[in-house]
């Protein structure tokens, strides 16, 4: 019995990490992100291009939390920070709860 929980335990592990990856590369497709990547397990970051385009970090925020979820499985539980490309300096935080 545990043999078979411990199989259902690893598969559902990889199972979410492959959500995560889904996401990222989901992610770097929008227009003005240059990378994204988790860093953990309560943690997104967003690396925009041109942090000065005027963005609305609130919308990207909100769409990567609720696709993210709804399109790749990605439990909610998580900071999403976007970060300058040329200062290397956050922009803004989302709380994706």
């Known amino acids: 019995m545990k043999k078979y929980v411990l199989i259902i335990f690893l598969f559902l592990t990889n199972f979410s990490y492959a959500g995560q ?3 990222e590369q989901a992610a770097k497709t929008i227009p003005g ?3 994204a990547a988790f ?4 943690s997104f970051w967003v690396v925009m291009s041109n942090p000065n385009a005027g963005h609305d970090y609130d919308y990207y925020g909100s769409m990567l939390c609720n696709g993210g979820q709804q ?3 990605v439990k909610k539980g998580y900071t ?3 970060w300058n490309a040329y200062t290397k300096k956050p ?3 989302f709380r994706c709860f």
Do not use: L, R
């Open 21 to 23: 990856y889904e996401m």
């Open 33 to 35: 992100v240059a990378d």
């Open 91 to 93: 922009i803004k935080k």
């Open 80 to 82: 999403i920070t976007f």
């Open 71 to 73: 399109n790749f499985g």
């Open 39 to 42: 860093q953990g397990s309560s």
